[in-house]
């Protein structure tokens, strides 16, 4: 629950900084314990927008306040583009302004996590098992594999527009078969092509946070920030012990008992980490930021998918369904394949891309996107300065960044009570 200047305490047992898909569920699973207290800080605002909470105007969210707006560094294997990122921010981050698909792994990738990990408790059987208990599926049952009564409400594509289903007709044409729905056998497979599951519920939008933290915003015991800037972590010796933040301008802390736990996304999680002394050395030296712990995994190994598009022509404008996107295809291009290697999914309206747009986009279509399941290529998140307004730069070369003298290691001079800081606990090299 919102709390404002006057009612705000600074010590909590557990803070949890970024209130998107991961921060949600983190939240809402530590406040149901009534004797623990909890802090969620967003940097963004709250999710009670049209835009967020109708499911059809999701793209109306991209290029606004609800959107981090990051752009990938100059990339000369595509002639020096810089490919936008589009990340939420805001209540339920990504999951307020993705379209809404509720998409499960494929068995292999989890066995294949098992297996890495040496662990058993990665593998599909347990897996299966906490897919089942979160979600609460509305679609035909299937008790082997899908579960009811679960914090997430999940659906099937209700009424789908006769582009979907000719989707689904046309792989069928090639020999991909269809499934009831894209969680179930399919996804234990060679892979195939159904109509979406979806996180709308009596036709809004319900994110992960409207699943897992928002039926229990009238608990004392849950604290949610937004339009708060989480800029570093604070540590005292080798416990990290709290937060800095930033809200209109103003520098606060608050301060956590057990634990700090960092969900601020693919980007900005490895960028505090880094601004606060937490990361690759050569990089945090580059920009004057003071060691506590070399750790050179923090901001390696980005990845996202690649795709693109196809936009068609329609004569005359066609209805659009819930989201926009109702049908999918996973599938192997060749039958020896461990995994699916690509994806398609429908769009019921134009997708151009920045550069196409320019070429000049149809007033009525369709979209087929295409893409990799399993990219290969790997990049960095890296610094652009040591400072919380400085940018972060996601590519596999180097920014140009002017220095500032920074204060020494575990110094935080807004924030009493931390002392010089010293290696992370229980944190080794990745």
């Not at 983190?26 to 109708?54: F, Q, T, Y």
């Not at 849950?222 to 990290?240: G, H, I, M, N, P």
């Not at 996107?369 to 307004?389: C, D, I, M, Q, Y």
């Amino acid at each position: 629950m919102p709390m404002n200047s006057e009612q705000q305490k600074h010590h909590y047992d557990f803070i949890v900084c970024g209130a998107g898909t991961a921060g949600s569920v983190v939240a809402g699973r530590l406040a149901e314990n009534p004797e623990v207290e909890v802090l969620l800080i967003e940097a963004g605002g709250s999710d009670d927008h049209p835009h967020v909470l109708e499911p059809g105007n999701w793209p109306l969210n991209l290029g606004t306040e609800r959107d981090w707006n990051f752009v990938g560094a100059a990339n000369p294997h595509l002639n020096d583009r810089k490919i936008p990122l589009n990340m939420g921010r805001g209540l339920g981050g990504g999951s307020s302004v993705n379209v809404m698909l509720w998409a499960r792994g494929h068995k292999n990738d989890w066995e294949d996590f098992a297996a890495l990990s040496g662990d058993p408790a990665w593998n599909y059987a347990s897996v299966l098992k906490i897919y089942q208990r979160v979600e609460d599926y509305r679609g035909t049952g299937d008790p082997v594999r899908r579960g009811r009564g679960g914090p997430v409400h999940v659906a099937p594509v209700r009424d789908a527009q006769p582009i979907a289903n000719a989707m689904i007709s046309a792989a069928a044409g090639m020999g991909i078969p269809a499934f009831e729905n894209p969680n179930g056998a399919m996804m234990e497979g060679r892979g195939g092509a159904a109509l979406n599951d979806l996180i709308v519920k009596d036709g809004r939008r319900n994110s992960i946070y409207r699943a897992y933290v928002a039926p229990r915003s009238g608990q004392p015991n849950l604290t949610v920030l937004t339009d708060t800037l989480v800029s570093r972590v604070l540590f005292r010796d080798q416990r990290a012990i709290g937060v800095q933040t930033i809200k209109n301008g103003q520098i606060e802390c608050f301060y956590a008992d057990h634990e700090v736990i960092l969900s601020l996304g693919a980007v900005n999680t490895p960028k505090v980490l880094m601004q606060s002394g937490v990361g690759p050395e050569e990089e945090l030296q580059r920009h004057g930021i003071p060691v506590l712990q070399h750790l050179p995994g923090v901001g390696a190994n980005h990845q996202d998918h690649v795709s693109f598009a196809v936009i068609f022509e329609y004569a005359t404008p066609q209805p659009v369904g819930y989201g926009g996107s109702e049908a999918t295809l996973y599938w192997s291009s060749e039958s020896a394949l461990h995994l699916p290697d690509m994806f398609h999914c429908q769009v019921e309206f134009p997708v151009p891309s920045a550069e196409t747009a320019s070429l000049g986009v149809p007033a009525h279509g369709w979209t087929m996107f295409a893409g990799l399941a399993h990219p290969e290529s790997r990049g960095w998140v890296k610094l652009s300065g040591p400072n919380v307004t400085d940018a972060p730069h996601h590519s596999t070369q180097h920014a140009v960044a002017s220095h500032r003298p920074a204060q020494r290691a575990g110094e935080h001079p807004f924030c009493p009570g931390t002392g010089r800081a010293g290696p992370l606990q229980g944190l080794g090299e990745t």
